[in-house]
T-cell receptor, first 114, second 115 residues
Framework: ETGVTQSPTHLIKTRGQQVTLRCSSQSGHNTVSWYQQALGQGPQFIFQYYREEENGRGNFPPRFSGLQFPNYSSELNVNALELDDSALYLC?????????????FGEGSRLTVL | AQKITQTQPGMFVQEKEAVTLDCTYDTSDPSYGLFWYKQPSSGEMIFLIYQGSYDQQNATEGRYSLNFQKARKSANLVISASQLGDSAMYFCAMSVYNQGGKLIFGQGTELSVKP
């Protein structure tokens, strides 16, 4: 049990719609990172939040946005959904940004875009 | 640019035998960390083992050990005494310290343990 929880676990959207995915970080962790994992691929870094501020972003367009709240939980928002956005979205939490050790992942939110 | 390469899309191993999963990495930064994660069909990424670039000893965690060869830029995972529950996808990943907490993942290796 890692303590990182994500919701919803599965969802289906249509092209052009918007989606919000949620993540509750492990107790005591102030850093949350989001990853996109397409079928058969390794996860790709989307962005990281540290103490409510974005701290690093991967090669994703601006329609991918996020938030981190004072309790360090986080949201990932994707606007104008495209078919290629279909993927498993993983949230990971850690204590600090340096990531010199274990990074705890949730079970992910599986998004299907039709 | 940083990169992780896993050249084995799939591997088979007999139960109770040892297996080595290959991982090579590429970075010009001297400070980095190397990780192995297990991903069962449920989707959760389970942390297995970590090796820092300055660590002198190879990391070990129970049945998992990381064979770190810095000059060759390789970080192979060795699983001893394979169990049926070890069947899963395995990902090698790297974090470069001056780039924050971003993990760069390889494509993964699917391990199947035969009874």
């Amino acid at each position: 049990e890692t303590g990182v929880t994500q919701s919803p676990t599965h969802l289906i959207k249509t092209r052009g719609q918007q989606v919000t995915l949620r993540c509750s970080s492990q107790s005591g962790h102030n850093t949350v990172s989001w990853y996109q994992q397409a079928l058969g691929q390794g996860p790709q870094f989307i962005f990281q939040y540290y103490r409510e501020e974005e701290n690093g972003r991967g090669n994703f367009p601006p329609r991918f946005s996020g938030l981190q709240f004072p309790n360090y939980s986080s949201e990932l928002n994707v606007n104008a959904l495209e078919l290629d956005d279909s993927a498993l979205y993983l949230c990971a939490s850690s204590s600090g940004i340096a990531n010199t050790g274990e990074l705890f992942f949730g079970e992910g939110s599986r998004l299907t875009v039709l | 640019a940083q990169k992780i390469t896993q050249t084995q899309p799939g591997m088979f191993v007999q139960e109770k035998e040892a297996v080595t999963l290959d991982c090579t990495y590429d970075t010009s930064d001297p400070s980095y960390g190397l990780f192995w994660y297990k991903q069962p069909s449920s989707g959760e990424m389970i942390f297995l083992i970590y090796q820092g670039s300055y660590d002198q000893q190879n990391a070990t965690e129970g049945r998992y050990s990381l064979n770190f060869q810095k000059a060759r830029k390789s970080a192979n995972l060795v699983i001893s005494a394979s169990q049926l529950g070890d069947s899963a996808m395995y990902f090698c990943a790297m974090s470069v310290y001056n780039q924050g907490g971003k993990l760069i993942f390889g494509q993964g290796t699917e391990l199947s343990v035969k009874p």
